[in-house]
């Protein structure tokens, strides 16, 4: 009895240590404070008008011009484009309006005026956030083409995913089912399509999808947010959203890291966001659409020195996770697995390229290939229909509670 009494109390010391830890390591000194406030002095660029949400997110409109963009050194001299000089044809030939759909959330109020760009004001706790996920491991998505288990002394990675090349192409598309899976403070669940390309020593890539990261959203526990995310291997190039130089916002409209809802119910109701990275055939600046309306473009010199400024290689379409090597794995997707179907697995479909005239195509059927980190973890369902929009179409996810892989 006195051996099993004291076992506790040595569980509830260690729980009770690392709490502790866990709360010094939140709190800056002085000195990181001056850092993280010149940090913060650099990436929120001067308002021409602001807006706070219930939710605690603040909203600035910034002159399109003066945006984080420009201070990145490739770009001092760069002239905004406000569309790309060329359009894939689909989207041109279905004459898209213009108008937010509305999965995306903003409160009404928010508008901002001509000439501006509607940007998430990065906070102190937000870079809190950021530095507390990368001490943990976390810098971003993992490049999806990796083959070993995504395991390093800190973390887990898993895909499930649906790949596509290598073969040249100038875009992706496909519609993401919205679900709201469960994580804990330290985890990380995501849906994305992806575009990459050039050598290995430089192979860059782009993400776009939904993200319940409460780490990086700290007003949004187990709350989903549109989130773009870019990287050049070996360099310290590539960020989440705006923060830092290098995406150049065109949308007044649709702020990156914003709420996304409704979400879809287990046997109810679905919901998807029609998402697309396409580039533009003649500056080779890389676009991103919500809805077929651009939010904003990686500029070709960003890629110019890995060659992806030209045409992209390789996709994905699917979800990742992330977890502390410490906790048990969080949901992916809708939290259960892609043989139980629509209503109840998680889906993208709408699956398509852009090929070298700007055409939308179905991929053939075996130029794409699944791709599951551990199948006992979580799966990846590939399916190809007679009926749109299921002609190219993926279910993919698993429950939590996956260890070790």
Known sequence: MASF????????????????????????????????????????????????????????????????????????NHSVQLKPTTVPKWITSNNISSDVDPLLILSDGINCPDGTVVVKRTTMQDLIHAQRLKSMGFNGPRHFLTERNYTDGTGRYYVATVNYGPKSFTGVKGHLNLWEPQVSQDQIS????????????????????WMVNPSLFHFSQDHVRLYTYWNIEGSNLGCYDITCPGFVQVSKNIP???????????????????????????KGDWWFAYNHVNVGYWPASLFKAGGFSDRANYAAWGGQVYSPVIEKTPEMGSGHWPSEGLGKAAYVNDIRIIDGMGHFLYP?????????TSSKCYRAMYVHENRDPWVRALYYGGPAGCIGG
């Not at 602001?50 to 050194?73: M, R, V, W």
């Not at 890291?257 to 679905?270: A, E, I, K, M, W």
């Not at 053939?364 to 599951?372: A, R, T, V």
């Open 190 to 209: 995501l849906a994305f399509i992806a575009v990459a390309g050039g050598p290995k020593e430089r192979f860059a890539s782009i993400f776009v999808g």
């Open 5 to 76: 009494k004291n076992s506790v109390l040595l569980v509830l010391l260690t729980i009770t240590l690392v709490l502790v830890v866990t709360e010094a390591a939140a709190i800056p000194s002085e000195e990181e404070k001056k850092e993280l406030e010149r940090q913060l002095k650099a990436i929120n660029k001067p308002a021409i008008k602001s807006f706070k949400t219930e939710n605690g997110d603040i909203y600035d409109c910034i002159d399109i011009h003066k945006q984080l963009a420009f201070d990145h050194p490739l770009l001092k």
């Open 364 to 372: 053939e059927p075996y130029s794409l290939q699944e791709h599951e």
């Open 256 to 282: 990156l890291g914003s709420f996304l809802q409704p979400l879809s119910v287990y046997n109810g109701s679905q919901y998807d966001i029609d998402l697309t990275l396409y580039q533009d055939r003649v």
